[in-house]
């Protein structure tokens, strides 16, 4: 009698290393990953009532199952999964695991950096390169197959947005603002030069349809305050002028 073969189960990402042990970030790519986020929240929560989605930031997507684990998986800067839970089990993901979620990210971008020209040239390969099983390119194209996938080249200061279609990434042409439309978010995509977290860089950003910056965080609550003390100038104004014509600041008609 022949003994049944046990089928070992996928590991999740609780058993999957969540990192490499290298540190090659430089001091934009945080910031710009913060930005990208935070400027992008309050159009996602109105997307998804029920916050049904998650954004990885430098976080790995597992993508096959290899040995050692980090052969079969890719680390995005910068990441957006629709119609999926925030949580796993009550945990914060370790990592994005395909054959656990089996819902590709909608868009993914990686920012090039180097840091000279061999350097530089070498990451726009990376970014770029089509070999099979090893290419990042190739991987985003026909393993994890994202809708759009951009590079972000820092130093050169521009963008390129592939979007899949028919199984392959085609490249597209900016629109009449240099922007990249992102059809599922309804926004575009693209390069603004200002200050962001004390530093004036090229920052990619996200516009919506109409070509209006969505603000950060720290850019809203900016807002907000500039618009409240606007208000109280424009009251005091209004006060001082009723006391000017002999009235009752505090009793003015109501309309």
């Known amino acids: 009698m022949t003994a049944s073969k046990t089928k070992t189960p996928l590991p999740d990402h609780t058993q999957l290393p969540c990192e490499d042990g290298t540190s090659v970030k430089n001091f934009q790519e945080h910031p710009q990953s913060i930005l990208l986020t935070t400027s992008l929240r309050p159009l996602l929560d109105r997307l998804h009532p029920d916050g049904q989605y998650d954004i990885g930031q430098d976080s790995g997507i597992y993508w096959k199952v290899t040995h050692p684990p980090l052969k079969g998986c890719v680390s995005p800067d910068w990441f957006y999964v629709p119609n999926i839970p925030p949580l796993l089990n009550g ?38 390169d089509r ?55 309804n926004v575009e995509l693209g390069i603004w030069q200002g200050r962001y977290q004390n530093r ?48 009752d600041p505090d009793n003015l008609p109501q309309f």
Request: charge should be neutral; include cysteine.
């Open 91 to 128: 945990q914060i993901r370790r990592s994005y695991v395909l054959w656990q979620e089996r819902i590709p990210p909608s868009i993914v971008l990686e920012f090039v950096s180097g840091s000279g020209a061999v350097v530089a040239e070498r990451c726009r390969s990376e970014e770029r």
């Open 131 to 185: 070999t099979r099983e090893t290419g990042k390119f190739w991987v985003y194209e026909t393993q994890i197959q994202p809708e759009y996938y951009g590079i972000y080249e820092i130093r050169r200061e521009s963008v390129e947005v592939y979007r899949l279609v028919n199984g392959r990434y085609r490249l597209l042409t900016p629109n009449a603002r240099g922007h990249f439309p992102i059809n599922p978010l």
């Open 200 to 247: 004036t860089l090229p920052w990619l950003r996200w516009w919506d349809s109409e070509g209006n910056l969505l603000l950060a965080g720290e850019e809203r609550a900016e807002q907000e305050r500039r618009e409240k003390e606007q208000a109280q100038i424009e009251l005091q104004q209004l006060r001082d002028r009723s006391i000017a014509m002999g009235l």
